[in-house]
């Protein structure tokens, strides 16, 4: 009898697990690449349409000698499979199935510790970026406080006056 209720017990609980692990194979999850501290790529999976986990968009990051962000870069995946000599299907990943999706550039005054973030969306029509749609302007007061923050977003201008704490990743958390 003990026997019985323990084999139940047990199984119960492996059953339980294993439908933990199951679900969480089936969530977003990515691949971040990093050099020296630095977040060079980033690639975001999805669950695919033959049940496997497929890239869907994949992020790079550049930086400048200092080690300050100056871009990233987002591109999509356009989902194209490919068949195998085994005849099974597989993501095709090569260079002409990605698109850009949109840029974010840093811009950095040094002089009057101005920092600018603009969002560029890419214009597949033209096959190029397009004007900033989205801007932000930082003014550094201190090595640790903000002073200044300004949102622009198409032809409406907000500015705001605050003691922002300055965490240097700040501008990285922005894009995520």
Do not use: H
């Not at 692990?21 to 975001?44: H, L, R, W």
């Not at 029509?125 to 201190?142: A, C, E, S």
């Amino acid at each position: 009898m003990k026997a019985n209720i323990l084999r139940t017990v047990c199984f119960t609980f492996i059953a339980v697990l294993m439908n933990g692990f199951v679900s969480k194979a089936q969530e977003t999850f990515y691949d971040i690449k990093m050099d020296n501290g630095k977040v060079t790529s980033k690639a975001q999976y999805v669950m695919g349409k033959y049940g496997t986990s497929i890239k869907e968009s994949e992020s790079k990051f550049t930086y400048d000698a200092n080690g300050d962000l100056l871009k990233k870069e987002t591109f999509v995946w356009n989902p194209t499979y490919e068949k195998n000599n085994n005849g099974r299907y597989y993501a095709d990943y090569s260079e002409k199935n990605w698109t850009p999706a949109y840029c974010i550039l840093y811009n950095k005054d040094s002089i009057n510790n101005f920092v600018s973030v603009e969002l560029c969306l890419w214009n597949t029509g033209k096959k190029m970026y397009g004007n900033p749609v989205k801007t932000m302007v930082f003014q550094l007061n201190d090595l640790n406080r903000y002073n200044y923050l300004a949102f622009q977003k198409g032809k409406k201008y907000n500015e705001v006056i605050n003691n922002i704490k300055y965490d240097k990743d700040l501008l990285v958390s922005l894009t995520k």
